[in-house]
């Protein structure tokens, strides 16, 4: 079982950064995928961004590719999302998901196991 709580989140104005963070629970947390989706109002949860147990590879929306930046440290059992260039579009509540092997398509809500509750991120114009 694992647990993921994210936070972080906030009221930015357009062209800031915000850096979320996602804490995880349970014993082997450095065998998941990680990823972050986000769903903004009246629409679909929408993929945002994912990394894959090691760190070494990196997957991304078009729609963040360039400024947002995801990153892990499995010995601290946490995931982080840094987002700079902020356009009031990306304007949702932000979730972590955990991915267990094996992992097929990260791009996919589906494909993940556990979900955290999300925080809300706000840019504002």
């Known amino acids: 079982q694992v647990q993921l709580v994210e936070s972080g989140g906030g009221l930015v104005q357009a062209g800031g950064s915000l850096r979320l963070s996602c804490a995880a629970s349970?014993?082997?947390?450095?065998?998941?995928?990680m990823g972050w989706f986000r769903q903004a109002p009246g629409k679909e949860r929408e993929f945002v961004s994912a990394?894959?147990?090691?760190?070494?590879?990196?997957f991304y929306a078009d729609s963040v590719k360039g400024r947002f930046t995801v990153s892990r440290d499995n010995a601290k059992k946490m995931v982080y999302l840094q987002m700079n260039s902020l356009k009031p579009e990306d304007t949702a509540v932000y979730y972590c998901a955990a991915d267990l092997p094996p992992w097929v398509d990260h791009y996919n809500e589906d494909e993940y196991d556990y979900w955290g509750k999300g925080t809300q991120v706000t840019v504002s114009s």
């Open positions: 990394i894959t147990w090691s760190g070494d590879s990196q």
């Open positions: 349970g014993r082997t947390f450095s065998a998941y995928a």
